[in-house]
Nanobody, 125 residues
């Protein structure tokens, strides 16, 4: 069973930045795709950004140019740098772990099998 622990959420003003981090359990982290999802009240869960085990990335149109996903395989960590935050970015952000090793897909929630409990990000003045 994979365990994921997120950190870094909080309250930030519009235009500000936050950096989320997620640490995963296990010793084969580098073989899995990783992602960040968010869910705002009353809305469906949305894949925000993901990274293929090879290093390729995917971003939702709503965050392109503002968010950057990165990973440190030596530390079993995936990060999400969020810049130019907007009120509509307010949501609970959850880290996600790929379902299988060396998975092909990484841009759909069916490609992921484990989620962390999430961290709240609130963008407000």
């Amino acid at each position: 069973q994979v365990q994921l622990v997120e950190s870094g959420g909080g309250l930030v003003q519009p235009g500000g930045s936050l950096r989320l981090s997620c640490v995963a359990s296990g010793d084969t982290f580098s073989k899995y795709n990783m992602g960040w999802f968010r869910q705002a009240p009353g809305k469906e869960r949305e894949l925000v950004a993901s990274m293929h085990w090879s290093g390729s990335t995917y971003y939702a149109d709503s965050v392109k140019g503002r968010f950057t996903i990165s990973r440190d395989n030596a530390k079993n960590t995936v990060n999400l740098q969020m810049n130019s935050l907007k009120p509509e970015d307010t949501a609970v952000y959850s880290c996600a772990h790929g379902l299988i090793t060396y998975g092909l897909g990484y841009d759909d929630d069916t490609d992921f099998g484990y989620w962390g409990q999430g961290t709240q990000v609130t963008v407000s003045s």
